[in-house]
């Protein structure tokens, strides 16, 4: 690592994010390596494909860098590129269809895939996920995962507040029966 | 609103987070990025190109255009036969200006309706 990059590591994040609004690269590659397992991680759990999630977290980073000089708070960094991803999922979903059949519950618990070195625990969270339908899974990865309120769910999803308040509680409710195994040996078997 | 969310998942959600290794991820992002802008230059440059050929090959219709429009808009609307009138009501005395006042009047009998 060069002197210069071995001094963005070292950088508060609030500067390497002026520096990155600057149209600073660099800093902007510091700002990737530092964000980009929270952003992986949240579009592992929304997609339940490690290929596709890596592919739409280089797509949330590529719309960061195009909009970066938008963001007015070099503090608030974190929590807008979090938004970027879930849009950029969304209109992922919209793009493809994928909501044509929203309703649906899979039955089949072998639903994720592209599932290299991803933790047993990690995959079966991720099977159980993917058996939900889009719009449920959404919202509860925003609520359980991100910690977003249920207000703060529906402004992002656009959805009305009743319908994700439903929807987390029907998606706890199945999560609930998929990873029961969880619950009943302390967390040692994986998903039946 | 409240809430409610199953402690259970809560800690199963905070579990299953992993760290995962920067470095393929980051390098790929940044390859794009450049592909990105790259491609971005390509586009700008291909339409000047393009805007710089269309007005190499319209410059001659464009200015014949721009002349009859000229033309057209400078046409006085009444021809009065005394000289000084002619010259006091140039200003005003042409179709631009009657253009420019019905554009006007549209403005403000739109902004009583709305």
Redesign the interface.
């Known amino acids: 690592m060069s002197a210069a990059k071995d001094g963005y590591a070292r950088s508060p994040e609030a500067l390497v994010v002026g520096l990155a609004r600057a149209g600073d690269?660099d800093a902007?590659?510091e700002l990737?390596?530092r964000r980009?397992?929270g952003v992986?991680?949240l579009m592992r759990?929304l997609c339940s494909d490690v290929t596709l999630a890596?592919d739409l977290?280089?797509q949330a980073?590529?719309q960061a860098?195009?909009k970066i000089r938008q963001l007015k708070k070099v503090n608030s960094f974190a929590g807008w590129l979090k938004r970027l991803a879930v849009t950029t999922w969304l209109q992922y979903l919209r793009k493809n269809d994928a909501l044509r059949n929203a309703d649906e519950y899979i039955e089949d618990a072998q639903a994720v895939r592209g599932v290299a070195s991803?933790?047993g625990?990690?995959l079966d969270?991720?099977r159980a996920l993917a058996r939900l339908p889009a719009h449920v899974r959404t919202c509860i990865v925003l609520?359980?995962?991100e910690g977003m309120?249920?207000?703060e769910v529906a402004v992002l999803t656009e959805l009305p507040?009743g319908t994700v308040?439903s929807h987390?509680?029907r998606g706890?409710q199945k999560?609930?029966q998929y990873?029961s195994a969880?619950?009943e040996t302390g967390?040692t078997e994986e998903t039946p | 609103m409240t809430d409610e969310r199953d402690p259970a998942l809560q800690a199963l959600f905070a579990e299953a987070e992993q760290e995962l290794a920067p470095e393929g991820f980051s390098t790929r992002v940044m390859t794009r990025l450049e592909s990105a802008r790259r491609r971005t230059v390509a586009g700008w440059i291909i339409a000047g190109l393009v805007l710089l050929s269309c007005l190499w090959f319209l410059a001659a219709p464009l200015q014949y255009a721009a002349y009859q429009l000229t033309g057209l808009l400078a046409t006085p609307l009444i021809n009065p036969d005394e000289p000084l009138l002619l010259f006091l009501l140039l200003p005003v005395n042409n179709v631009s200006t009657l253009l420019v006042l019905g554009l006007i009047s549209l403005v403000v009998a739109f902004r009583k309706l709305v």
Request: net charge positive.
């Open positions: 690269r902007f590659a990737v390596r980009q397992s992986r991680n759990r890596d977290a280089q980073f590529l860098w195009l991803t933790s625990m990690a969270l991720d609520s359980y995962h309120t249920n207000n507040p308040k987390i509680r706890t999560l609930q990873l969880y619950n967390r």
